[in-house]
């Protein structure tokens, strides 16, 4: 059984950082691109950043909207990947999904995770 919990989220005043943690169980964690995801209410899920894996690269993607802001890693060893957040803005407020797809394809593209996280929420005050 696959299993994504994401930690870290949390009350953040403009400016601050932040980081989001995602432990993966039941799946080999180093062949999965793993992203994040954020909704805001009343809006879409927006892609924010990807990390390939190992093998494919390491390669990370971002949103133009947190580029320079934010940074994606993973720890293999640890079945983790995180999201260090910084210089918070309050458009940045949504819970924050982390994702597994086994294709590596597409990393903005929702439709290619296979699985899912059950959110945390970052809320930025302004």
């Known amino acids: 059984q696959v299993q994504l919990v994401e930690s870290g989220g949390g009350l953040a005043q403009t400016g601050a950082s932040l980081r989001l943690s995602c432990a993966a169980s039941?799946?080999?964690?180093?062949?999965?691109?793993m992203g994040w995801f954020r909704q805001a209410p009343g809006k879409e899920r927006e892609s924010v950043a990807a990390v390939s894996t190992t093998r494919g690269g390491g390669l990370t993607y971002y949103a133009d909207s947190v580029k320079g802001r934010f940074t994606i890693s993973r720890d293999n060893a640890k079945n983790t990947v995180y999201l260090q957040m910084n210089s918070l803005k309050p458009e940045d407020t949504a819970v924050y999904y982390c994702?597994?797809?086994?294709?590596?394809?597409?990393?903005?593209?929702?439709?290619?995770?296979?699985?899912w996280g059950q959110g945390t929420q970052v809320t930025v005050s302004s």
């Open positions: 994702a597994a797809q086994s294709r590596g394809r597409y990393w903005n593209d929702e439709s290619w995770y296979e699985y």
């Open positions: 039941g799946l080999s964690f180093s062949d999965y691109t």
